[in-house]
């Protein structure tokens, strides 16, 4: 059997996507928006040896594989109509036409060599460090090519279906500046800071004095000269450091924007009741974090994901998150779902890079563009599917006068 053929007889179809391969084969509708290209034997051992996301990034990292016109497309196509019923004796036939060689696999491309900091305790300090420094201390030059001015790589908020990226991503901190109730003279420690947008904006707009923690170097100091530039170090201080070394308490509000993903389930109380301590009575805490659709699934993100863009993540069910906040001091007050705003988003870096894509190469190289190309379009539709999710849940410490300082009804709009 010809090689896109077999992809198309495990495809089918509704995908909406031509294959094409090295033997000259092609199938599929021919005016398909997107079209996958087998440009080599290994396209085959890859997804043979390692079936899954793994098995096609590693093809399409290496440039055995290639996806042709809408990415994001061709990967709902794959994953909404690929036949999950194969029965053994098909798989059997597939195997026999491909050959026995489709059983070796190829070297594992180079971005997902094994990083000896793995071999830790998991969600030390010191793994931590060494996994984050593996996902953003890249380039800063290369995120801001993704990212746009506002440096912020977290699910914005769109006010209108129209509104740009900068606008939703602004909107983004000041939705949770309002749901802290931020007023001028408060004092706000920000978690995970990123480049400082979070921050920046607190400081500027509400006029708060805030602490930025990021476990990233480059972020840091990104985030310590915008600071510097603005002309707010006076209220505004960046540090690198992890979260747990911040020493000062407090604190009017606690915002933790795109951090739980990292701290995994065996330490969520810990990371819960440490924000709790940082807090004074009345305290808010807005958590703000990509999680699965329920508790039910493992923790541990898919194997594209783990081996080449955040080690060590740990995705949570939203019940899980409330729960442990109960657990551990907090009153939970608001909860919300913003999972097709984060589709949007993704939509939009995914823009930027293709925008930017001979710039972002020149920056980082041809493998990571590719990797990075592959994960913004796969993450959106698991979005787009409800496969993963983003969750607001904002929480109080309770003083001994059980007081929250809430109104009766939300007042932050949005």
């Known amino acids: 059997m010809r090689l896109a053929d077999t992809f198309q007889r495990l495809v089918g179809d509704g995908a909406g996507i031509r294959f094409t ?35 096609l990034a590693r093809a399409f990292v290496s440039g055995a594989l290639e996806l042709h016109g809408d990415v994001h497309a061709a990967l709902k196509g794959l994953v909404r109509y ?22 070796r696999r190829p070297p594992v491309p180079p971005e997902e ?13 010191e793994r931590d460090a060494a996994a984050i420094a593996h996902h953003y201390d890249v380039s800063n030059r290369f995120y801001e090519l993704i990212l746009g001015p506002s440096m912020a790589y977290t699910c914005a908020v769109y006010p209108r279906l129209d509104a740009t990226l900068e606008e939703a991503q602004a909107e983004k901190f000041d939705l949770v500046c309002r749901k802290l109730a931020l007023q001028p003279g408060m004092r706000l420690l920000d978690v995970g800071c990123g480049w400082g947008g979070m921050v920046r904006h607190a400081v500027e707009h509400y006029g708060v004095t805030a602490l930025g923690v990021t476990l990233s170097r480059r972020q840091a100091e990104w ?16 540090r690198f450091s992890d979260y747990r070394d911040v020493r000062e308490g407090g604190f009017d509000a606690v915002s933790s924007i795109g951090l739980t993903e990292h701290i995994g389930r065996r330490n ?6 440490f924000l709790h301590s940082r807090l004074r009575d009345g305290g808010r805490l807005l958590n703000h974090c990509i999680t699965r659709p329920d508790g039910l699934g493992r923790d541990r993100t898919g194997g594209f994901i783990d081996r080449y863009i955040f080690p060590d993540g740990e995705l949570l069910g939203p019940g899980v998150i409330v729960c442990a906040l109960h657990d551990n ?8 779902s913003l999972r097709e705003h984060y589709a ?10 293709d925008a930017h894509w001979d710039d972002a190469v020149a920056e980082v190289g041809l493998a990571k563009a590719r990797t990075w190309r592959l994960y913004l379009a796969a993450s959106r539709v698991g979005f787009d599917l409800n496969t993963i999710q983003l969750h607001q849940v904002l929480g109080v410490r309770l003083g001994p006068d059980k007081v929250s300082g809430l109104p009766l009804r939300p007042d932050w709009g949005g």
């Open 268 to 273: 969520l109380a810990g990371y819960l009741r």
């Open 223 to 238: 985030a310590q000269k915008a600071m510097a530039d603005a002309g707010i170090t006076h209220r505004a201080e960046i």
């Open 329 to 336: 001091g907090f009153e939970v007050r608001h909860e919300e």
């Open 82 to 103: 690929s036949r999950q019923d194969v029965p053994w004796s098909e798989r059997v036939e597939i195997l026999r036409d491909l050959g026995p060689g489709v059983l």
């Open 21 to 55: 391969a090295y033997d000259g084969s092609s199938a599929g509708p021919a005016g398909a928006p997107s079209t996958m290209e087998i440009r080599s034997p290994d396209a085959m051992r890859y997804i043979a040896t390692a079936p899954g996301d793994l098995g």
């Open 344 to 353: 949007m988003t993704l939509r939009d870096w995914g823009a930027n890079l």
């Open 113 to 125: 060599a094994p990083h000896p900091w793995r071999r830790g305790r998991r969600h030390s300090k």
